[in-house]
């Protein structure tokens, strides 16, 4: 339902600047970039536009070279990675990531417990349980929840990422290339599953996939090496030349 | 004997420390840099080299200097063909993950150690030296053996560069060591290169074993020392540099031994060990290495 | 709390097992009374080598450095300032816990093999650091505990029933606290930070903070062994702090089961009669543990209680946490 009432800043997240080198290479060249609480924002661009280092740079897992991050009102441009995620920062890898020997359920305890531990009192391991198997459900991965994650399939798993990011109860989700790998089925139930997400959370989506972007974007961002090629509701950017050229001649 | 040339004999007594030290680490730094896996019973192969030593000079009791001549060939030869059974049965099926090879070394270790107290006993042992006259220098007389073991060394270092920069099989370790991937790519035999280096660096230990035993004793706990000393060497050289290492035991076997004539050996040892700690930590690639990854 | 000691099958077997263990000293001769009081007590040393290697994957090579703390912590302060027992333990466990945080803090920026052998390195220059001072430490050769210093509170800790007891409540505070982390949402944590680091600290985890937890609980239960073997056994030498003393704890946990709570008791207990045994005909008896290192590494990484569990599956979960 409604967002937790608190002072929703009409911005959730903002960048001035936002450059970052690698030795020669510039990856990520003076964004500045606006994402309004709420939103549902894609950000395409073809291979080695710098999509998933912008996310990086946002989430904290790397530093900028230059440039800053401001989250809610605050700069949390110096803030270590885990300290975004205490923030409402969340993320999910494009390579899934999870932690295989532990069942589905506690990868998402893990989540939750974090979040709702205050100092070196958690949580009752009951509420986690609680917690983690609503989320599951929410995924549909209500009957997996005691099977170890890495014996999950190639999809279950990417629900599960979601799941742990649910978890996190976020204000911003940062979803990277989430269908990757996913059959059409998957794909069509994840679409519905991020429409729900967002009425909670902010959803930031890198996607290659067209159907899913014009299907679920409000609006969508195109990077193109490293720079804002444009910007707008998914009818203009589908009809925009700049990014046709750039898809199609890059 | 005025302070100059004391120091000048210290610098020697240095200098001959450096050499052995150098051609040991040599071996370790390979090891890594081609591998990039720690043998931590690496000072056990150089231990093995000098009791090897020991056993094929007393068998050829006709000269020491034939005899040391012999070990000198067949102590490395032995200790490599060792080196190479332990890659095969115990690291590639380890698959050479870092961790668990140096747990694996560390069973090694305790294994050859051990074996030799069993055979060769507790006791230190001498070899002859293939001769043994002194050098008159205007302050004071110097073994010539000693002086032989720099030179040796030096000649030996020459060689094994030599061998890496024009060579084939050299230039296939340091496309292995580059990129291991790229290098199978190119129909390097990768598997065959790893076995080639690990026993190699064992030679190495051995070979400056050999060189040294003569002037110290053969004793089955006298790989503990130059293990530390080619750990520190490696790390503060620079893991997987050659010239580093070669470098960093010049540094701290000139040290070490100039240190440990003026002051206590024991605290230039916490010395170095904090060092190559504090290396690790602030500047991981030592002088020469490369930035990890 | 009630969740942790839940009336269950785990419970119950490590229940059991501290049961036996306390019952076990009036049925032993004397000669395995005091084996099973320094088992006791190097189990705790492994079990803190536990929590840090099996739940946390910190594979330190340092660890004889915070038993030797304990243990020249107690034994100086007996020796040099008359204190007794109760003091000179937590005279030792304080050294240990302080030598643990300023080791880990330097130490944790590293990682992997860096780890090891920045662990290593510590350890190496506290063991020398032992014989820089060799004028109250006596290096080597050591020395022996004076008698009156070896009493609990009345008690006299030379006394056989008397030190197995001890040995037995230290023992007992180790395992329970090891079995309260591995079933809290703690265990979890460090076992999150073993499976897969980076996705822990994207859950909002401060890694390194948790590592350096995970190690100062390790350090304070090894030092609590090295502070108690002393008290109890009567002798502090340089030998306890050598490199053989980081090496045994790994392997006993690799034995017994990493990251399993009885692992380290079942390693400790293996390995010393295994060692015990092999003395009796020769020397060389290292050569058994670097034997058995190579084997475990090789065919058995997850040890004896760690293969059980996962052959057990689910119920091995709950019967060995």
Redesign the interface.
């Known amino acids: 339902m409604a967002a937790v009432e608190e002072e929703a800043a009409p911005l959730l997240l903002e960048t001035r600047g936002l450059t970052r080198h690698f030795g020669g290479l510039t990856a990520v060249d003076d964004v500045d970039f606006q994402l309004p609480t709420g939103e549902i924002r894609a950000i395409i661009g073809p291979n080695g536009a710098g999509k998933t280092t912008f996310v990086s740079l946002l989430?904290g897992?790397i530093r900028p070279s230059a440039g800053r991050v401001t989250f809610a009102g605050q700069d949390v441009s110096r803030l270590?990675?885990?300290?975004r995620?205490?923030r409402g920062i969340?993320?999910t890898?494009q390579i899934t990531?999870?932690?295989?020997?532990?069942s589905a359920r506690?990868n998402v305890?893990?989540?939750a417990?974090?979040?709702l531990?205050k100092g070196l009192i958690?949580?009752?391991?009951?509420e986690?349980r609680a917690l983690a198997d609503e989320a599951l459900a929410r995924v549909g991965l209500a009957e997996r929840a005691?099977e170890a994650a890495g014996n999950l399939s190639y999809g279950h798993q990417r629900l599960l990422e979601v799941a742990?990011g649910l978890g996190?109860a976020p204000r911003l989700l940062i979803l990277d290339e989430p269908t990757q790998g996913l059959s059409d089925e998957e794909i069509a139930a994840f679409i519905d599953l991020v429409r729900e997400i967002a009425q909670e959370s902010t959803v930031l989506l890198i996607e290659h996939n067209m159907h899913v972007v014009m299907g679920l974007a409000e609006r969508i961002t195109v990077l193109d090496r490293g720079r804002v090629l444009a910007e707008g509701a998914p009818e203009e950017i589908r009809a925009d030349d700049a990014v046709q050229r750039a898809y199609l001649g890059g | 004997m005025d302070f100059g040339p004391y120091f000048l004999l210290a610098s020697l007594e240095g200098a001959v420390g450096a050499a052995v030290l150098a051609v040991t680490a040599l071996g370790l730094s390979l090891v890594f840099g081609v591998m990039r896996i720690v043998n931590v019973a690496h000072g056990e192969f150089f231990m093995l080299g000098a009791v090897i030593a020991w056993w094929v000079a007393s068998l050829i009791g006709i000269h020491p200097a034939i005899g040391f001549l012999a070990a000198l060939i067949v102590s490395p030869l032995i200790v490599g063909a060792l080196a190479a059974v332990a890659e095969r049965t115990v690291l590639t099926r380890l698959n050479y993950d870092p961790e668990a090879t140096i747990v694996a070394t560390i069973g090694m270790l305790y294994v050859i150690q051990q074996a030799v107290l069993m055979t060769y006993g507790p006791d230190a042992r001498p070899v002859q030296p293939p001769f043994d006259f002194r050098i008159q220098l205007p302050w004071f007389g110097y073994s010539a053996y000693k002086l032989f073991v720099i030179a040796a060394a030096c000649l030996l270092l020459l060689g094994v560069w030599w061998g890496l920069t024009r060579t084939r099989i050299g230039l296939m370790m340091r496309a292995t060591q580059f990129d291991r991937e790229t290098a199978r790519a190119f129909a390097i035999p990768v598997d065959k290169v790893y076995g080639g280096v690990f026993a190699f660096g064992a030679m190495l230990a051995a070979l400056g074993a050999v060189l040294v035993v003569p002037v110290q004793q053969a004793h089955y706990l006298m790989g503990h020392d130059p293990l530390l000393l080619s750990f520190i060497v490696v790390i503060i050289g620079g893991l997987g540099s050659l010239r580093g290492t070669v470098l960093a035991a010049v540094i701290i076997g000139m040290s070490d031994g100039v240190i440990s004539v003026f002051f206590s050996p024991t605290l230039a040892k916490i010395i170095a060990t904090l060092v190559v700690a504090f290396v690790l930590v602030w500047r991981p690639q030592g002088l020469f290495g490369e930035r990890p990854a | 709390m009630r969740e942790i000691f839940r009336p269950d099958g785990g419970t119950a077997l490590h229940l059991g097992v501290l049961i036996v263990l306390f019952a076990l000293q009036f049925a032993l001769s004397d000669y395995h009374h005091i084996n099973i009081a320094r088992i006791m007590v190097l189990a705790c040393f492994a079990m803190g080598y536990n929590i840090a290697f099996g739940y946390t994957g910190l594979l330190s090579l340092g660890h004889a450095m915070f038993f030797g703390a304990g243990l020249y912590g107690a034994g100086l302060a007996a020796q040099f300032a008359a204190v007794s027992g109760p003091g000179a333990f937590v005279i030792g466990l304080a050294a240990a816990v302080a030598l643990t945080v300023l080791a880990g803090a330097v130490a944790l920026r590293t990682a992997g093999v860096s780890f090891m052998i920045v662990t290593l390195m510590f350890a190496q220059a506290a063991y020398l650091t032992i014989y820089y001072f060799g004028e109250f430490t006596r290096g080597d050769e050591g020395f022996v505990y004076p008698d009156a210093m070896r009493t609990l509170f009345g008690l006299e800790l030379i006394e056989p029933t008397v030190r197995y007891t001890v040995a037995f409540g230290l023992f007992a505070i180790c395992l329970i606290a090891s079995f309260a982390v591995a079933r809290s949402g703690l265990g979890r944590i460090f076992v999150a930070v073993r499976e897969n680091e980076d996705r822990a600290r994207m859950l909002g985890y401060d890694v390194y903070r948790m590592k350096l937890l995970a190690l100062t609980i390790s350090g304070a239960m090894a030092g609590a062994a090295g502070a108690a073997y002393g008290l109890l056994f009567g002798y502090v030498g340089a030998s306890f702090a050598n490199i053989e003393y980081s090496i045994y704890p790994l392997l006993w946990v690799l034995m017994g089961g990493a990251g399993v709570v009885l692992g380290p008791l079942l390693g400790t207990l293996a390995m010393f009669y295994l060692v015990d045994v092999t003395s009796g005909f020769t020397t060389a008896y290292l050569l058994v543990v670097g034997a058995a290192l190579i084997a475990l590494i090789l065919f058995f990484p997850k040890g004896v209680l760690g293969t059980v569990r996962e052959k057990l599956g689910a119920r091995g979960a709950r019967w060995l946490p």
Request: glycine share 2%; hydrophobic share 45%.
């Open positions: 989430s897992r270590k990675a885990h300290q995620v205490a969340a993320y890898f990531s999870i932690f295989k020997a532990m506690e305890m893990l989540a417990q974090r979040r531990t958690g949580p009752p391991e009951a986690l005691e742990m996190l």
